[in-house]
């Protein structure tokens, strides 16, 4: 029998179209399915009992029975929608209603999950990976999230003026106006003359890090127990803080030392992962500076630059000829 693979995303995602791709010349059968018709426009059927197990939707394209996939890639899922009720509660409570039953379906699925839901939304945790990577041995930026004005002033005379703010999700920038621009809000240098508008922190929590003196930066893919690494020379460009603003700068292929390479792949199976984008400083001090991890990071542009395989592995994970980091198991329940 054929393998098969779910890919939660729609076919518009470039990411999942290669990877189906290259799963088809595997003879891996695929199919693709986002959120966005959960529930209006499908039937469902999900069945617990002593003899019988089903989650199955019929949707526009055919039905589509959910436990028989070997592998899913939880990769650009989509957002539930709710319809429109006369009474706005009526919405609120069919979309909470929604989203705990599709979850709760989902987590009961034993495949191979690139990467299971609840890891997933773990992992989305800024201030939770800054702790698992500093448990993992990892070297850290000192940080700081506070609503007092005091303190974030203390913290920038601590570190003489070195010191950056970022949001604590980059999720908070859909909440900035459509035609806002930049249409996102970047790592940004916390400066002198910034300070007499620090009252304004004591509306919510603000993150605040000590600034690494970095000499490039490195992203390091992580599929299954794979890390393939790239040397980013983000201070010859314009993205000397936040190498994002400059993608033209040179971008290598980077022989990753044997310990940082072991943390990243002790830092994923504590979190329960299969595949993660992790984002370091290299400072001058030739020490990898851990800033976070994405779950769900974007690497056709590391590919296109590189000409690393990371298309092929992801497909090679997916169709079961590359070992998992993590079993459906392990992170499920938190093995």
Not at 190 to 200: F, K, P, Y
Not at 301 to 330: F, H, N
């Amino acid at each position: 029998m054929a393998h098969k693979v779910l890919i939660l995303s729609s076919q518009e995602d470039v990411h999942a179209t290669r990877v189906q791709q290259k799963l088809g010349a595997l003879g891996v059968e695929v199919r693709f399915w986002n959120f966005d018709p959960f529930v209006s426009d499908c039937d469902l059927e999900f069945v617990i009992s002593n003899d019988n197990n089903n989650f199955a939707l019929q949707l526009a394209d055919g039905p589509i029975e959910l436990r028989c996939f070997d592998s899913i890639w939880y990769r650009r899922p989509g957002a539930l929608k709710s319809k429109s009720f006369f009474e706005p509660w009526v919405a609120d409570l069919m979309l909470q209603e929604s989203r705990q039953g599709l979850m709760g379906m989902l987590n009961a699925i034993p495949s191979l999950w690139v990467n299971h839901p609840v890891r997933d939304k773990n992992c989305s945790l800024k201030l939770f990976q800054l702790q698992v990577a500093k448990n993992a041995g990892m070297f850290v930026p000192e940080t700081i999230v506070t609503n007092s004005p005091e303190t974030a002033c203390d913290f920038f005379e601590k570190h003489s003026g070195n010191v950056i703010y970022k949001l604590i999700t980059e999720k908070s920038n859909f909440s900035l106006p459509r035609y806002e621009f930049p249409h996102g809000v970047p790592t940004l240098p916390l400066r002198e003359a910034d300070l007499i508008h620090l009252d304004q922190v004591r509306h919510g929590p603000h993150l605040f890090q000590e600034r690494v003196q970095k000499k490039a930066d490195v992203r390091v893919t992580v599929i299954g127990a794979k890390p393939f690494a790239t040397y980013i020379e983000s201070q010859v460009g314009a993205g000397k803080l936040d190498w994002r603003n400059d993608y033209s700068v040179p971008m290598l292929t980077h022989e990753l030392p044997d310990d940082v390479a072991h943390k990243c792949l002790k830092v994923l199976k504590l979190l329960g992962l299969n595949f993660g984008a992790f984002d370091f400083c290299f400072d001058h001090e030739g020490r990898y500076v851990f800033l976070e991890v994405n779950s769900a990071g974007q690497y056709l542009w590391v590919e296109e630059r590189t000409q690393q395989p990371l298309t092929e592995e992801v497909a090679l994970l997916l169709a079961g000829k590359s070992a998992p980091l993590t079993s459906y198991d392990a992170a499920a329940f938190c093995d």
